[in-house]
Every structure is written in C-alpha cells, then in structure tokens.
C-alpha cells in the first residue's frame, strides 16, 4: 500500500516561486510513476508533471519551463519546484503514484494512490 502526504503550499504573488514535497511510503522505488496534479477551483484535475523511476520526465505545455519534478530516492520524497508563477497556477495540487513502468503518463485516470493534496495560491 502507498501512502502520500503533501506539503508546501501556500500563497504567493504572481512571479514568486514555490516548493511543494510529496513524501511517500510503501513500494514506490521501482516500476512506479509520481506525478502532480493541478485542481483549479470549478476544474477537473489536470496533469502537470510526471517522472518515472528511471528520472525520465514530462510536464503539461502550461508549465514546462516555470516547474520542475524531482524525486529524492534518499528520502523516499516527490517534489514540484514551481517558479514564474501566475493566477491560474492557483488551485489544489496533489501527488499521485502508480506502477505504470515506464510510461510517462498526465492523465489521472491512470493513478491509484492520491495524497490529500496541498492549497496554492497566486495572486496579483
């Protein structure tokens, strides 16, 4: 069983930077994907980042060039590194795992474990 907590959320003006980490246990040291998801409010969760367990990476157009996806192997920790941020990047965001190999996938239809998520907040 894997279980997820994120933190690091918060508010921010528009062009400031955050870092949201995703601590996870259980069996997500091989065969697993991490990503985070964006929730705008009203929205459907949107993918924004994913790595898989061989470092390999993909982010949604919206953000490519502003965040980075890590994860510390050390400490068992998913990170978002979110820089230039604007309003809309404002909303929940979560991480989520599943044992999808190597495929790189955004959508969350294809994950089954979910942290509780963590409130961003960008304002002008």
């Known amino acids: 069983q894997v279980q997820l907590v994120e933190s690091g959320g918060g508010s921010v003006q528009a062009g400031g930077s955050l870092r949201l980490s995703c601590a996870a246990s259980?069996?997500?040291?091989?065969?697993?994907?991490m990503a985070w998801f964006h929730q705008a409010p009203g929205k459907e969760r949107e993918g924004v980042a994913v790595?898989?367990?061989?470092?390999?990476?993909t982010y949604a157009e919206s953000v490519k060039g502003r965040f980075t996806i890590s994860y510390d192997n050390a400490k068992n920790t998913l990170y978002l590194q979110m820089n230039s941020l604007k309003p809309e990047d404002t909303g929940m965001y979560y991480c989520?795992?599943?044992?999808?190999?190597?495929?790189?996938?955004?959508?969350?239809?294809?994950?089954?474990?979910w942290g509780q998520g963590t409130q961003v907040t960008v304002s002008l």
């Open positions: 989520a795992a599943a044992a999808l190999g190597w495929w790189l996938r955004l959508s969350p239809d294809y994950y089954n474990y």
């Open positions: 259980g069996p997500t040291s091989s065969g697993y994907c």
């Open positions: 790595i898989n367990s061989g470092g390999s990476t």
